[in-house]
């Protein structure tokens, strides 16, 4: 249970430090003039910047520290896995499956305990079921219709989220209403049937640094009312649970789930078998996994890394029923008190999307504006950080001929930069060009903040519109339309970079317009498209993270690092882990000789398939053996940890909203979503194994 007190500012005083961090001021203090020229300009945000980068790198550092494993390299017991050729996965199979076949399956023998199919009501009546049984569950039409009501400007269903909440504001930014969205809470039991599944995706690349979860893994929802490729009509609801790592700190405890998606390659696989795996690794889950559809998946319960609080997840709405094409984020909610439970969808900041005018340097230089002091600062972690756009490899430029690889290109944002909703449309909130053109207020010299990035010592040759423009690549808006509206896609928009084939190009890659997949599939094949920039830039980088970070290397037992105990007391513990190995050593050193004899054990098309599931099925169950007798044993010396097996229910918040609201469900929306945004802005952006901060 993660209880957030008064520390997070529940009356919405501001975002609360980050823990170990002081606080970050916003707004400049009084000894800081505003910067008279690009130098004196760059010289402060390289201080001010660096400063507060330092301490996120400090409270990541801290974090690692604290989680209670990590994966003994030194032991003598780690398997030598043989390359896995990175051509042998499929990508429609182990990254993306969007063949109707697979998705559209229904389970033709259905137990009570699973759902039957991947169906959005499914879905939705899975995670009814989580929620504590103090009250009567809502039902799969009730939760449709209150996550379309957050779009209502006029509610239809009580004590729900609104955009028009807080002065229809969310981080201090406008949340706009969609009411043509929103019209389809009015007549749920209808239209949740127009939502089918059009892709089930695996996200192991977004893993958090030292594996604190293993990845995301997704569904697609889009309307199969929908023929063509419309501008508007469409809509799109995706959920992005984060799958917790049981044991945290240690990547072979996430190899099972990197092995379960590439063994759905596996050519001998039927259609039918294939997504009756799909469907109990979504709704049963892995042995040792809950299932990926919980709620504590898409809550803000992020910050902690005891299992079910191993980063947050969310639900994202692509919305274009009506122009313009408009994105936004939510977290689920799991919110007890003396009444009951109530489980909402609240709406949360749309993460690396800042705010547009946070790039205009009119705004950062100009006292009348109330977001001075969080756009110097914005600026300022920009300037910073202008090697990671230029795609640099441990802080060295690329080749300038060729360009850094295309899938380095990153930056971190800070929560409490993001927007409420991220926009396709030229001159809007999400769009930094024109902000970024802005130039100082008088006395001259002026400048804009794209001059700034451009004198930058680290923009390895870039412009300064050339780094704009690949900040935008990282948002929603400009994943998602990359040409008309942004020209990310026209010739030299983001200057040279290097392909997952090896070429080099000079803009981004194109998507399907507005979507990377379509909700109709090809009559003929029956398959969903998937968009240019998936097939030819995001899915390869996918592929070879699964093959590089986990397939192919070396898998080792998965150690307790006694992080919680006192120092005095952790070697003594150690030695006896020690002790215990000691005794599984000779078991688990034979079925690894027996592993290596049999060939590459990550290739789901290589010979003797069946036979290494089964040995690797001993292995694993060898070491759970180990790891129960590890507990067992510090136990017998005065120490309880955990079980190995930590079944979940639902984590209540206890924020005790209504109470707080003193029985007004309007306020205690409010605040539940500030206190949900706030608890978000408490930790720095989240870096991933690969080094990224991107989160699409």
Same mark, same amino acid.
């Given at each position: 249970?993660?209880?957030? +007190?008064?520390?997070?500012?529940?009356?919405?005083?501001?975002?609360?430090?980050?823990? +170990?961090?002081?606080?970050?001021?916003?707004?400049?203090?009084?000894?800081?003039?505003?910067? =008279?020229?690009?130098?004196?300009?760059? &010289?402060?945000?390289?201080?001010? +910047?660096?400063?507060?980068?330092?301490?996120?790198?400090?409270?990541?550092?801290?974090?690692?520290?604290?989680?209670?494993?990590?994966?003994?390299?030194?032991?003598?017991?780690?398997?030598?896995?043989?390359?896995?050729?990175?051509?042998?996965?499929?990508?429609?199979?182990s990254f993306w499956v969007h063949d109707r076949a697979t998705l559209g399956w229904v389970d033709?023998?259905?137990?009570?305990?699973?759902?039957?199919?991947?169906?959005?009501?499914?879905t939705l009546t899975a995670l009814t079921k989580q929620i504590p049984a103090t009250t009567a569950p809502p039902s799969a039409e009730q939760l449709f219709a209150a996550f379309w009501d957050t779009q209502n400007s006029v509610s239809v269903v009580p004590g729900g989220a609104q955009c028009t909440d807080d002065g229809g504001m969310v981080n201090g930014f406008r949340n706009d209403c969609r009411n043509v969205e929103g019209a389809q809470a009015s007549d749920a039991a209808v239209q949740i049937g127009k939502y089918w599944p059009i892709g089930l995706v695996n996200r192991l690349d977004l893993a958090h640094e030292g594996w604190r979860n293993c990845g995301e893994h997704r569904i697609v929802y889009g309307r199969n009312d929908v023929t063509s490729e419309s501008k508007i009509g469409r809509a799109f609801i995706i959920f992005e649970g984060v799958l917790p790592n049981?044991?945290?700190?240690? $990547?072979? =405890?996430?190899?099972?789930?990197?092995?379960?998606?590439?063994?759905?390659?596996?050519?001998?696989?039927?259609?039918?078998?294939?997504?009756?795996? #799909?469907?109990?690794?979504?709704?049963?889950?892995?042995?040792?996994?809950e299932p990926v559809v919980h709620i504590d998946h898409y809550t803000a319960q992020g910050v902690e890394s005891v299992y079910g609080s191993s980063g947050s997840g969310q639900i994202r709405a692509n919305m274009f029923l009506t122009f313009p094409w408009l994105l936004k984020e939510f977290r689920l909610s799991l919110d007890c008190g003396d009444d009951g439970c109530d489980l909402a969808f609240v709406p949360s900041t749309v993460k690396v999307t800042p705010f547009a005018q946070l790039w205009s340097a009119e705004v950062s230089h100009g006292s009348a504006s109330t977001l001075q002091g969080l756009a110097t600062a914005f600026q300022d972690d920009v300037v910073v950080n202008v090697r990671r756009l230029a795609a640099a490899t441990d802080g060295i430029c690329p080749d300038p001929a060729s360009g850094g690889d295309i899938n380095r290109i990153t930056y971190p944002v800070d929560l409490r930069f993001d927007n409420a909703q991220s926009t396709i449309l030229s001159n809007s909130s999400s769009d930094f060009r024109i902000p970024s053109t802005m130039p100082t207020p008088p006395p001259p010299p002026s400048f804009t903040f794209s001059d700034l990035l451009g004198g930058s010592p680290g923009r390895c040759g870039l412009s300064g519109s050339q780094l704009v423009k690949r900040a935008m690549t990282q948002t929603c808006a400009g994943c998602h339309d990359s040409g008309p509206e942004f020209a990310l896609t026209a010739s030299d928009?983001?200057?040279? %970079?290097? #392909?997952?084939?090896?070429?080099?190009?000079?803009?981004?890659?194109?998507?399907?317009?507005? %979507?990377?997949?379509l909700e109709f599939p090809d009559p003929a094949t029956q @398959?969903? $498209?998937?968009?240019?920039?998936?097939?030819?830039?995001?899915?390869?980088?996918?592929?070879?993270?699964a093959v590089e970070e986990m397939l192919n290397r070396d898998n080792c037992p998965c150690r307790e690092t006694f992080a919680a105990t006192l120092p005095s007391a952790r070697q003594k513990f150690v030695s006896i882990e020690d002790k215990v190995t000691d005794r599984f050593a000779a078991r688990i050193r034979t079925e690894l000789e027996r592993l290596k004899a049999l060939g590459p054990s990550g290739n789901p098309k290589a010979p003797h398939t069946a036979e290494i599931r089964r040995v690797r099925a001993r292995i694993l169950a060898l070491e759970r053996e180990r790891q129960q007798a590890v507990v067992r044993a510090v136990a017998a010396a005065g120490t309880k940890f955990p079980p190995l097996d930590r079944k979940l229910s639902a984590q209540a918040t206890s924020f005790g909203f209504k109470q707080l609201a003193?029985?007004?469900?309007? &306020?205690?929306?409010?605040?539940?979503?500030?206190?949900?945004?706030?608890?978000? @802005?408490?930790?720095?952006? $989240?870096?991933?194994?690969?080094?990224?901060?991107?989160?699409?």
């Amino acid at each position: 249970m993660v209880a957030l +007190g008064v520390s997070i500012g529940l009356a919405g005083c501001g975002p609360a430090p980050k823990p +170990g961090a002081s606080p970050t001021p916003t707004s400049p203090p009084a000894s800081r003039p505003p910067a =008279a020229t690009i130098d004196q300009r760059l &010289r402060q945000a390289l201080a001010s +910047g660096n400063e507060r980068f330092a301490a996120d790198e400090a409270f990541r550092r801290n974090r690692l520290s604290r989680f209670g494993f990590s994966d003994d390299t030194a032991g003598g017991l780690c398997e030598s896995r043989t390359p896995t050729p990175p051509a042998e996965l499929d990508f429609d199979r182990s990254f993306w499956v969007h063949d109707r076949a697979t998705l559209g399956w229904v389970d033709p023998t259905p137990t009570a305990d699973v759902p039957a199919d991947f169906s959005l009501r499914s879905t939705l009546t899975a995670l009814t079921k989580q929620i504590p049984a103090t009250t009567a569950p809502p039902s799969a039409e009730q939760l449709f219709a209150a996550f379309w009501d957050t779009q209502n400007s006029v509610s239809v269903v009580p004590g729900g989220a609104q955009c028009t909440d807080d002065g229809g504001m969310v981080n201090g930014f406008r949340n706009d209403c969609r009411n043509v969205e929103g019209a389809q809470a009015s007549d749920a039991a209808v239209q949740i049937g127009k939502y089918w599944p059009i892709g089930l995706v695996n996200r192991l690349d977004l893993a958090h640094e030292g594996w604190r979860n293993c990845g995301e893994h997704r569904i697609v929802y889009g309307r199969n009312d929908v023929t063509s490729e419309s501008k508007i009509g469409r809509a799109f609801i995706i959920f992005e649970g984060v799958l917790p790592n049981p044991r945290p700190g240690c $990547r072979s =405890a996430c190899l099972p789930v990197a092995e379960f998606w590439a063994g759905l390659s596996d050519p001998a696989l039927s259609t039918a078998a294939r997504a009756r795996a #799909l469907r109990d690794f979504y709704y049963r889950g892995l042995p040792g996994f809950e299932p990926v559809v919980h709620i504590d998946h898409y809550t803000a319960q992020g910050v902690e890394s005891v299992y079910g609080s191993s980063g947050s997840g969310q639900i994202r709405a692509n919305m274009f029923l009506t122009f313009p094409w408009l994105l936004k984020e939510f977290r689920l909610s799991l919110d007890c008190g003396d009444d009951g439970c109530d489980l909402a969808f609240v709406p949360s900041t749309v993460k690396v999307t800042p705010f547009a005018q946070l790039w205009s340097a009119e705004v950062s230089h100009g006292s009348a504006s109330t977001l001075q002091g969080l756009a110097t600062a914005f600026q300022d972690d920009v300037v910073v950080n202008v090697r990671r756009l230029a795609a640099a490899t441990d802080g060295i430029c690329p080749d300038p001929a060729s360009g850094g690889d295309i899938n380095r290109i990153t930056y971190p944002v800070d929560l409490r930069f993001d927007n409420a909703q991220s926009t396709i449309l030229s001159n809007s909130s999400s769009d930094f060009r024109i902000p970024s053109t802005m130039p100082t207020p008088p006395p001259p010299p002026s400048f804009t903040f794209s001059d700034l990035l451009g004198g930058s010592p680290g923009r390895c040759g870039l412009s300064g519109s050339q780094l704009v423009k690949r900040a935008m690549t990282q948002t929603c808006a400009g994943c998602h339309d990359s040409g008309p509206e942004f020209a990310l896609t026209a010739s030299d928009a983001i200057g040279p %970079v290097r #392909l997952p084939d090896g070429t080099t190009a000079t803009a981004w890659p194109a998507s399907l317009g507005f %979507v990377h997949t379509l909700e109709f599939p090809d009559p003929a094949t029956q @398959i969903h $498209r998937l968009s240019p920039a998936l097939l030819n830039v995001f899915l390869p980088e996918r592929r070879r993270i699964a093959v590089e970070e986990m397939l192919n290397r070396d898998n080792c037992p998965c150690r307790e690092t006694f992080a919680a105990t006192l120092p005095s007391a952790r070697q003594k513990f150690v030695s006896i882990e020690d002790k215990v190995t000691d005794r599984f050593a000779a078991r688990i050193r034979t079925e690894l000789e027996r592993l290596k004899a049999l060939g590459p054990s990550g290739n789901p098309k290589a010979p003797h398939t069946a036979e290494i599931r089964r040995v690797r099925a001993r292995i694993l169950a060898l070491e759970r053996e180990r790891q129960q007798a590890v507990v067992r044993a510090v136990a017998a010396a005065g120490t309880k940890f955990p079980p190995l097996d930590r079944k979940l229910s639902a984590q209540a918040t206890s924020f005790g909203f209504k109470q707080l609201a003193e029985g007004d469900p309007k &306020r205690a929306a409010e605040l539940r979503t500030n206190a949900t945004n706030q608890f978000l @802005i408490s930790e720095p952006p $989240r870096r991933t194994v690969s080094g990224s901060f991107r989160v699409h």
